[in-house]
């Protein structure tokens, strides 16, 4: 496939804000690719040169970019600068400079996907003296043979976001519709499927049918990815064996794991409703770490797989040495630990932990405490499936001495005043409340479904518990927030159904002048000239962005609302966030921000709204 045709479709798919037919010519494209060229296809479509947890950093900044394009292009760097500054797209800016070339292509050649991608690998692994001008080199002779739409795409490769608007879960319905025709020969999966249709007219029986094998495929695609978190590898398989070749992708330690994910009750009593006899344990306020051991080999992953394992080598030693086994993948929450005072460090300091520079001198100064919570994989087989309760207990055999790695504090209890015992107790040590867990449960990779349900600590006044939303779009500042460019941000929750993210809340304060540099830095590269197609908002920000970013905020309660589309209803009235507040940065995928279902059963669990409908008091 060359890379002309691979542009052309990326060109189509941004240009709608259809999902299905997103899907549809997503699906096409993946049809077009051939296996050997279908993993660079998905990684490209992300914008990355890899899966998450292996992704190459092109390496090349705005500033270099500027001076490739200009390399390329024969203006100067400064007018390339200008045309940015007006732009607001390096993409863009490319794609108009490609066509005025004042230096014709010395010599210009039809660029496949292949050499595209290998040369944006060659770029990422180049290093040492004289490297600079080797990427400039590799960068500016892709744009050299480049036509305008393949110019654009090239230059956004660096930037990490192709601004498709395309996530996982479309690129997941796109390849379960290629092999939509494979799922159904299958005899027991059509009777399946034929057993749920509800439609009596014939041709909209097979409309239905289509539908629901559609979501049935895409399902079996997820379950596997949600184990090996690697799309371009998954796609490959079924290009090379059809489905048969998902039998072949199983969890191991260095492929990431997708977490569980917690729900949210307001009470101890409701908790005891629902999982009766349940484990509770403490919540950490810390980061969560997957940790892959494969003999003396450990690799950490963060909640959104990245690779952390060099930032934390005091847990890298802890696991050599206090984990007995050969081969294992578990979980748990990493603090910081004082031990002259012999309490754990606000999340202000623990976060300082995640850091590229000075590794070693702060892992002296703030060791961390892994405090273990479930385990996935051990010695060659996969523990998913068994009840919470035996792999905690796996978990515990485990652990061999040490200080650096424990398990969580954890009691069994059905009494909701022991539970609220232990939660007074966990608050007053400086924590943020309890998990509870099914001990019933297996591991639910990559889904919130009771199995695990947090209990946060509850400011009065406030919601009980904060919301993390995903920022969709800004404003620029006014008065003295000018100079950050920064004043406020649009903000939104998802919704599962239709993945999309639907607007809850303008936000504007909260912000320390350091977030406001910081959010600015971050979102001026993610914006997009029109409303992306996955985001669902009337309210038009100055500036929308890539649904990229999560925030963690607070807020006094949840209203009715006709500006915000989160949750609406026929009448038009949605939900939003009452005065809400921004504390932090999350390390979360958009898709795993608060969803709409959960804004809706808040809103009804507090305590001014008792009848569906009726408006919160203020
Ligand atoms: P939240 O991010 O607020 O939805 O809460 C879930 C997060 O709490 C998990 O992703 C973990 O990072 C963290 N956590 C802290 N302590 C525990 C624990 N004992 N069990 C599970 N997760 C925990």
Redesign the pocket.
Known sequence: MLFSELAAYFDSIENISSRLEMSTILAEMLSKAEEKEIGMVIYLSQGALGPRHKALEVGIGEGLLEQGIAKATGYTKDEVAKLYKQMGDLGLVAEKLVEGRKQGSLFSEKLTIAKVFGNFVKIAQAGGKGSQDSKLGMFAELLNSASKVEARYIARVPLGNLRLGVGDPTLMDALALNYLDEFTENKKTRKAIEKGLKEKNEEKRKEEFRLRARQGLREVIEAKYNIFSDLGAIAEKLKAKGLRGLDEIDMMPGAPIR?T??ERLPSAEEIVKKLGKCAV????DG??LAMHKNGNEVTIFS?QSENMTEMFPDLVEAVRKQIKARKAIFEG?ALAYSEETQQYFPFQVTIQRKRKYDIAKKAEEFPLRL?A?DIMYLDGKNLMARPFRERRQILGKIIGKGEAIAL?KSIETDSPEKINQFFLESIESGLEGI?AKDLNSPYIAGARKFA?I?LKRSYKGELSDSVDVTIIGYFKGRGKRTQFGLGGLLTAVYDRESDTFKSVAKIGTGMSEEMLSELESKLSKTSVKQRPSRVDSEIEPHIWVEPLYVIEVRADEITRSPMHTAGRDKGGTGYALRFPRMIKFREKRPEESTTVEEIIAMYRKQPSVQVEGTVAES
Do not use: G, H, N
Request: aromatic share 30%.
């Open positions: 977490p994910l917690a344990e403490t919540k950490y980061f969560r909640r929450e405090f919570f969580t998990i695990w947090k």
